[in-house]
């Protein structure tokens, strides 16, 4: 092999290797560039999951107040929903009693009328 084949052959190899060094390098900066970014990614990702849970947090506490609050309201709709029963049956009573009064009441103006003064004829 001559001397100038074989440069040449050196050229070639070397500019192989000069260029798998600046690609070796170039995928170095790259990879190095890539895991900024995931790490950047997962820090996003964190915060993400972080917010989540507060969201999820605050929206049990919500479904448990509006619960809580539907609870209240059924107790105190049924509590108002017997005093109005006990109110109607007052009422009923109360006017079964004054239905009676107003028969005594009658009752008594005839004998005033009659002038019987609560004597019987």
């Known amino acids: 092999m001559a001397q100038s084949e074989f440069d040449r ?12 060094t600046v690609k070796q390098q170039l995928t170095g900066e ?3 560039d890539w895991k900024e970014r995931m790490a950047r990614a997962d820090e996003r990702m964190d915060r993400a ?14 479904i448990r107040a509006g619960r809580r609050e539907r609870r ?10 017997d ?9 009923k ?9 107003d028969s005594r009441l009658d009752a008594l103006i005839d004998i005033v ?6 004597k019987t004829e």
């Open 9 to 20: 052959k050196i050229e070639v190899i070397t500019g192989i290797l000069a260029d798998l």
């Open 30 to 32: 790259y990879m190095n």
């Open 49 to 62: 999951d972080r917010r989540m849970t507060r969201v999820e947090n605050i929206l049990k506490l919500a």
């Open 72 to 81: 209240e309201w059924r107790e105190k709709y049924a509590a108002l929903v």
């Open 83 to 91: 005093a109005q029963k006990r109110t109607e049956e007052s009422l």
């Open 93 to 101: 009573h109360l006017a079964d009693s004054q239905a009676h009064t």
């Open 113 to 118: 009328r009659e002038g019987r003064n609560g």
